[in-house]
């Protein structure tokens, strides 16, 4: 594929990970995500044969690479602060993309995984394996500094950043991380 099929595909998946992460699957209509990303809808089909489905699979697991690499980048920024620190920097930066986004981008994830795990097996796997592996980074960070029980551990962190993120969007306040920070330090 070209550079500019590359370019189109890519602005597809930005599309569709924008209308998922802010309004859930089924404001994820094929006309939006075209609408949306500016690319002839011919090219839809051409990139994603699987079409709907497989375009907010992929965008899910963007989604989940990128959050990875924020999760990455606040552990080096914060390598001699420890996970507390790391944990912090993590909610810090998520609450200012979520601020940024006027309220509407809070995790990549959890609307397609509430809408659509009990009732979509490609989804729900999509969804289970961007979760696993931030647990997994979570559970190594933890385990490296020590944590007795570092797979329950990394489990909890999740829920509470999750549940924190959600919280951050009803209100339309950070303070709901802000305080999620502070009993994570508690917890790690």
Same mark, same amino acid.
Do not use: F
């Given at each position: 594929m070209g550079q500019k099929g590359e370019e189109t595909r890519g602005?597809?998946?930005?599309?569709?990970?924008?209308?998922?992460e802010t309004g859930g699957y089924f404001n994820a209509g094929l006309n939006q995500i075209v609408a949306a990303s500016g690319a002839p809808k011919g090219s839809l089909y051409f990139h994603f044969p699987g079409?709907?489905?497989?375009?907010?699979?992929?965008?899910?697991?963007r989604g989940g690479e990128e959050i990875s690499a924020l999760l990455a980048g606040a552990e080096e920024a914060s390598r001699d602060g420890g996970t507390t620190e790391m944990l912090? =920097?993590?909610?810090?930066?998520?609450?200012?993309? *979520?601020?940024? !986004? %006027?309220?509407?981008?809070?995790?990549?994830? +959890?609307?397609?995984?509430?809408?659509?795990?009990?009732?979509?097996?490609?989804?729900?796997?999509?969804?289970?394996?961007?979760? =696993?592996?931030?647990?997994?980074?979570?559970?190594? *960070?933890?385990? !490296? %500094?020590g944590h007795s029980s570092p797979q329950? +551990?990394?489990?909890a962190v999740l829920a509470l950043i999750e549940g924190a993120l959600v919280l951050a969007r009803a209100h339309r306040s950070r303070e709901p991380l802000h305080r999620a920070a502070r009993a994570l330090a508690l917890l790690v």
């Open positions: 602005k597809l998946l930005d599309a569709t990970q924008r209308l998922i079409g709907k489905d497989q375009l907010i699979e992929e965008a899910v697991r912090a =920097a993590l909610l810090d930066v998520l609450g200012t993309r *979520l601020e940024q !986004s %006027d309220w509407r981008q809070g995790c990549p994830v +959890a609307t397609v995984a509430l809408e659509m795990a009990a009732g979509n097996t490609a989804l729900q796997k999509a969804c289970s394996e961007v979760y =696993a592996s931030w647990e997994e980074a979570l559970a190594d *960070l933890l385990a !490296s %500094d329950s +551990a990394a489990t």
